[in-house]
């Protein structure tokens, strides 16, 4: 699993920093979540297939964090004969995706699927074999969403006591994952005596939001929580008025939710540097990461 951070700005690009971006690899999988101008270039500067973009989480529909997606569709579209996109994202997404397809001109030579989300509380809004994704309403000046991407425990079987057990590798191994349990000569085994659990990972985002009840249920017990940290202590009014977070509330969001890291972007163009927000991050919660553009993190 691999996170990489394509933009790093809040609102307005700079030369050091482009609009908001996350890319997640994990299997064949490539989770965008949001997709700012210029997140295309983004990916083909640090490597990535654009092609391989599964699924966009939308987290609002600011320009900041969707202006990238209708060039991004048409290139997926171009990509492939059987091309598939998965766009969630909150009430109102589906009317904006329409409209964006009648904003330009080329043929739709992908099968789009449009999901839309109003949650009371966590929910989970899309559930495969190995993870699950979760949402989130936060608070904002538009209907928002955080996401958590959430793999599921899996199984790590010890071949030996698998053996000593009487099972037989391959569909035997395979039933006994699934079910927790298998027979073997009239004697049951289970899954916890011939392996050992692998706790799955979380990763969670939180962007565009003041301080809410469901900004610490959906980073609960998070691997990683990637949280915009608009502003510095001492513009706390301005984050107040505009419904963003300060370093000081994202800080205080990972340490009650207990989050093992916290990676900390979507930094106002007023900070030239950011000594100034790493200090104040790092002074209430240690293992903050300060993002760049192009960061890549393995998970």
């Given at each position: 699993?691999?996170?990489?951070?394509?933009?790093?700005?809040?609102?307005?690009?700079?030369?050091?920093?482009?609009?908001?971006?996350?890319?997640?690899?994990?299997?064949?999988?490539?989770?965008?979540?949001?997709?700012?101008?210029?997140?295309?270039?983004?990916?083909?500067?640090?490597?990535?297939?654009?092609?391989?973009?599964?699924?966009?989480?939308?987290?609002?529909?600011?320009?900041?964090?969707?202006?990238?997606?209708?060039g991004l569709i048409q290139t997926i579209g171009h990509g492939s004969q059987d091309a598939r996109?998965?766009?969630?994202?909150?009430?109102?997404?589906?009317?904006?995706?329409?409209?964006?397809?009648?904003?330009?001109?080329?043929?739709?030579?992908?099968?789009?699927?449009?999901?839309?989300?109003?949650?009371?509380?966590?929910?989970?809004?899309?559930?495969?074999?190995?993870?699950?994704?979760?949402?989130?309403?936060?608070?904002?000046?538009?209907?928002?969403?955080?996401?958590?991407?959430?793999?599921?425990?899996?199984?790590?079987?010890?071949?030996?006591?698998?053996?000593?057990?009487?099972?037989?590798?391959?569909?035997?191994?395979?039933?006994?994952?699934?079910?927790?349990?298998?027979?073997?000569?009239?004697?049951?085994?289970?899954?916890?005596?011939?392996?050992?659990?692998?706790?799955?990972?979380?990763?969670?985002?939180?962007?565009?939001?003041?301080?809410?009840?469901a900004c610490y249920a959906l980073a609960k017990g998070a691997d990683v929580l990637v949280c915009?940290?608009?502003?510095?202590?001492?513009?706390?009014?301005?984050?107040?008025?505009?419904?963003?977070?300060?370093?000081?509330?994202?800080?205080?969001?990972?340490?009650?939710?207990?989050?093992?890291?916290?990676?900390?972007?979507?930094?106002?163009?007023?900070?030239?540097?950011?000594?100034?927000?790493?200090?104040?991050?790092?002074?209430?919660?240690?293992?903050?990461?300060?993002?760049?553009?192009?960061?890549?993190?393995?998970?």
């Open positions: 699993m691999e996170l990489t951070i394509l933009g790093t700005a809040c609102m307005v690009p700079t030369r050091e920093r482009n609009v908001s971006a996350q890319f997640l690899t994990y299997q064949d999988e490539g989770i965008l979540v949001d997709c700012g101008e210029g997140t295309q270039r983004q990916m083909n500067i640090a490597g990535l297939n654009r092609n391989r973009v599964s699924k966009v989480l939308i987290t609002h529909w600011h320009g900041d964090h969707t202006a990238g997606l209708i996109l998965m766009i969630f994202g909150p009430m109102g997404t589906k009317s904006h995706v329409e409209h964006l397809l009648k904003s330009v001109v080329f043929d739709v030579k992908i099968d789009l699927d449009v999901r839309e989300f109003d949650p009371d509380g966590v929910e989970t809004i899309f559930d495969s074999e190995s993870y699950k994704i979760e949402a989130a309403s936060l608070e904002h000046s538009t209907p928002c969403l955080g996401y958590s991407f959430v793999e599921k425990d899996s199984w790590t079987v010890d071949a030996q006591k698998a053996e000593a057990a009487g099972l037989k590798s391959g569909p035997q191994v395979s039933e006994l994952k699934r079910t927790g349990h298998y027979s073997v000569r009239g004697k049951v085994v289970r899954i916890e005596d011939v392996a050992r659990r692998k706790p799955g990972r979380k990763i969670s985002f939180i962007f565009d939001t003041e301080v809410c009840q915009e940290s608009t502003h510095s202590v001492e513009n706390e009014e301005k984050a107040a008025k505009y419904r963003h977070l300060t370093t000081k509330d994202a800080a205080m969001i990972a340490n009650t939710a207990g989050v093992k890291k916290l990676i900390a972007t979507h930094f106002s163009q007023r900070y030239k540097t950011l000594e100034k927000l790493e200090e104040e991050l790092t002074g209430f919660f240690p293992n903050t990461i300060i993002a760049h553009d192009l960061l890549k993190l393995k998970i």
